[in-house]
């Protein structure tokens, strides 16, 4: 167990729709990210957020957004959903922006699937 | 564009067997990290390597960073079923907005079988 967690696990919805997966760092960590996993592009980074700043972006699209709130839980919104964005979707988080190494640790996941 | 080639891409061996798996780019990297994910489940870190030529070792698992921090390298000694999963490599990012996050290699699958 990472210590990260992300709601919900599975989530199954038709093109055009919109969704909010969740994620909560594991405690003490400020920076959170988000990847998108697809068996044909691996592992993308899509966005990084340290202490509520966006800090930097990834291959995101403009459909897909995100926020980090004050007690450091942060939310990817994806809209106008296509059937393309069906992957795996992960958060990530570790202690301090700019450390050399930038270990991240994994949530579980939220795995999409667009009909 | 900073990338990482992993190689092989799939490996399917017997349980006992040794096995070597690679992660190369033409990019230099201030840090190196591999990961190892179960089907369902997030990546988990095994180590990180930051000086080129350093060795580290986690058990059964020796982890090399190259001279030239370019390159790094997973040998799997006596390979147990436990070990099947996707070992993905990530360098830490030195260029444009993506400065300091990490860049993933597509991974290598493998599977030891009983």
């Known amino acids: 167990d990472s210590g990260v967690t992300q709601t919900p696990k599975h989530l199954i919805t038709a093109t055009g729709q919109r969704v909010t997966l969740r994620c909560s760092p594991r405690?003490?960590?400020?920076?959170v990210y988000w990847y998108q996993q697809s068996l044909d592009q691996g592992l993308q980074f899509l966005i990084q957020?340290?202490?509520?700043?966006?800090?930097a972006k990834g291959n995101i699209l403009e459909r897909f957004s995100a926020q980090q709130f004050p007690d450091l839980h942060s939310e990817l919104n994806l809209s106008s959903l296509e059937l393309g964005d069906s992957a795996l979707y992960f958060c990530?988080?570790?202690?301090?922006?700019?450390?050399?190494?930038?270990?991240?640790?994994f949530g579980p996941g939220t795995r999409l699937t667009v009909l | 564009t900073q990338l990482l080639e992993q190689s092989p891409q799939f490996l399917s061996i017997q349980e006992g067997e040794n096995l070597t798996v690679y992660c190369n780019s033409s990019?230099?990297?201030?840090?190196l990290q591999w990961y190892r994910q179960e089907p369902g489940e997030g990546p988990v870190l095994l180590v990180t390597?930051?000086?080129?030529?350093e060795v580290k070792k986690l058990k059964r698992l020796t982890f090399q960073f190259g001279d030239a921090r370019k390159d790094s390298s997973l040998h799997i000694t006596a390979a147990q079923p436990g070990d099947t999963g996707l070992y993905l490599c990530?360098?830490?990012?030195?260029?444009?907005?993506?400065?300091?996050?990490?860049?993933f290699g597509k991974g290598t699958k493998l599977s030891v079988k009983p």
């Open positions: 990530a988080s570790s202690v301090i922006l700019g450390t050399s190494y930038n270990e991240q640790f």
């Open positions: 405690s003490g960590d400020l920076s």
């Open positions: 957020y340290y202490n509520g700043e966006e800090r």
């Open positions: 990019s230099v990297f201030s840090s």
């Open positions: 390597v930051v000086t080129g030529g």
């Open positions: 990530a360098g830490r990012s030195n260029y444009g907005g993506s400065q300091g996050n990490l860049i």
